[in-house]
């Protein structure tokens, strides 16, 4: 047996682990060697779609190549998933889709994706809070008078989410369970037609983005109560926040995110986020997410998104079990 002394041991260590970086650096330098497609989770016109089309061009014009941008709407979202798994591993095939693909989702469907372990988030593009919302004639015109009048009339007051199991549901939970009140859920299949009922007075409450609020709002159409971000939103600054009126455990942010799949080579994740961070830094990028009804993303590390998406997940699972919700 031949014996290896320690100078020799650690040159071997050092040239094996030389080695092993050799890939990565080449598939860091070979990226991108084709155009990009970046594949959306829902349908064309959508927020997901608006957004992967404002961030697409520049990130792809930053990495030296063309891209095109593929609504795939459907199942949840797991439609999208899977046409991002069933292509090459090497980050030449990007999504763009909500956070809660990873952390509402699995609690709501019962899918054959494991979605915590086959999506690997590189950034963070926009992000922005729900605001819980009344048709103008509600008698309330604050939070406060709110639950006071839902404590008045037990039983009889109903609160919309665009589907069961989400966090527009999930907050409608956590308000009765922090106010002491017991608001009725109704889901619907989308926010278009639950805010619809909403306008028709059919249902007086809901909770919905703020995204797809805001026009209505601005128009007159609803009113706002409170938003759950962590500070008032720019577009919504006389909304107070749910934490300003003593709700916190209501603070909840949702975030338009750039998924991979967690084995594209590191090198290549590690370029795509520092050029999303690059795109999202634009002040045209910035202003026209504001005029989306979004924040522009934080920039946050992948490890720090994916810690974020755990503990989300815990919280929609926690709030769901306890009403014995279960996914279909």
């Known amino acids: 047996m031949t014996t290896i002394s320690s100078p020799e041991r650690r040159q071997l260590l050092a040239a094996v682990a030389l080695a092993a970086l050799v890939p990565s650096r080449a598939a860091a330098q070979g990226f991108p060697s084709k155009p990009l497609r970046v594949v959306v989770a829902g349908p064309a016109g959508a927020s997901a779609d608006l957004i992967a089309r404002l961030v697409t061009e520049p990130l792809a014009k930053n990495l030296g190549q063309t891209a095109i941008v593929e609504p795939k709407p459907g199942a949840a979202g797991a439609i999208a998933v899977n046409d991002l798994l ?39 593009l926009a992000r922005g809070g729900l605001v819980l919302v009344g048709h103008p004639i509600f008698p309330a015109k604050n939070l406060a008078e709110l639950v006071a009048y839902v404590k008045a009339h037990p039983g009889k007051v109903n609160v919309a989410s665009y589907s069961a199991g989400t966090l527009s549901h999930v907050l409608g939970l956590l308000l009765n369970q922090a106010a002491g009140i017991d608001l009725l859920h109704v889901g619907y299949k989308g926010s278009s037609p639950a805010l619809a009922d909403v306008m028709g007075n059919h249902v007086p ?16 159409k609803i009113k706002a109560f409170a938003v759950s971000t962590p500070r008032r939103s720019p577009v919504l600054p006389d909304v ?53 009804g979004f924040d522009v993303g934080a920039p946050r590390s992948p490890d720090e998104m994916a810690a974020a998406l755990k503990v989300d997940s815990d919280r929609v699972g926690a709030v769901l079990k306890s009403i014995g919700f279960q996914p279909e």
């Not at 409450?205 to 007159?220: H, N, R, Y």
């Not at 690059?278 to 504001?290: D, I, T």
């Open 240 to 292: 107070p926040t749910f934490t300003e009126l003593g709700y916190p455990k209501l603070e909840a942010l949702a975030w338009m995110g750039l998924w991979c799949p967690p084995d594209v080579p590191a090198a290549t994740q590690a370029r795509v986020h520092e050029t999303a961070l690059k795109v999202l830094a634009s002040p045209a990028v910035r202003e026209r997410l504001l005029e989306l």
């Open 86 to 124: 069933q292509a090459p591993h090497d980050g030449h095939t990007l999504l763009v889709g909500v956070n809660s693909l990873v952390s509402e989702i699995p609690h709501i469907v019962k899918l054959r994706i494991d979605m915590a372990k086959s999506l690997r988030p590189l950034a963070e």
């Open 205 to 220: 409450l809901m909770f919905d983005s703020i995204a797809t609020s805001l026009p209505l709002i601005q128009g007159g």
